[in-house]
């Protein structure tokens, strides 16, 4: 590399101050932002920069959890917006959200321990209404369903995840795959909608 450049220069320099600054903006226990959360355990992080982060006094994290950059973790639709509990989304222990990946809790969210997400993957507990033809359908919502992720289970990259489902334990969900109804422990689901095609 020429370093006399001093284009290249420069831009050895951003991405070193950018290393440098997004290790040190990521939320860790010890960071003042972390006091915001229900919980948050030690060794967990989540990592910057971050899409959207609000609700955080309704929000539990355990231990050992990585959540990755670009992820939006929220409780309620907006900040500040009145919540219905104090415990709205819970990430378990040990944890692995991927990049990108969209966790939206208006009513319970909880995902248990050991639970790996791919990255893209979006998680609801609200959808929306489309029977009342004068009124947008963005603002026709329906009653939010607790949504609940077994422990050991792992969500492939770009999965989505609707209200009222309960995954089970050791759970594979294929990339791709839209889960509108129930899964039991111990299988691998696929498909829009997702089906089980093999129970382990």
């Known amino acids: 590399m020429d370093l006399g450049n001093p284009k290249l220069w420069r831009a050895d320099a951003f991405a070193g101050a950018w290393e440098w ?35 955080e006094h309704a929000i539990r994290i355990g231990r050992d959890t990585l959540i990755g950059p670009h992820c939006s973790i929220s409780a309620g639709m907006t900040p500040g917006q009145e919540l219905v509990s104090d415990q ?69 990259t770009n999965a989505v995840i609707l209200p009222g489902v309960t995954i089970g334990k050791h759970v594979a969900v294929g990339a791709g795959s839209v889960v509108t109804s129930d899964l039991p422990d111990n299988c691998v689901a696929v498909g829009s909608p997702a089906r089980i095609i093999r129970q382990l």
Request: charged letters at 20%; glycine letters at 12%; hydrophobic letters at 40%.
């Open 88 to 156: 709205i989304v819970t990430i378990g222990d040990r944890c692995l959200i991927g990049r990108n990946s969209s966790i939206v809790g208006h009513f319970e969210i909880v995902i248990g321990d050991d639970v790996f997400f791919g990255p893209n993957v979006y998680v609801t507990d609200q959808n929306h209404a489309v029977d009342d033809l004068d009124v947008p359908i963005g603002k026709q919502s329906v009653e939010e369903k607790p949504v609940a992720i077994g422990a050991g289970s792992w969500i492939g």
């Open 21 to 55: 600054f997004s290790k040190r903006a990521a939320i860790m226990p010890t960071s003042r932002r972390a006091n915001r959360f229900s919980a948050y355990g030690q060794g967990s992080i989540i990592c910057f920069p971050w899409t959207a982060l609000y609700g």
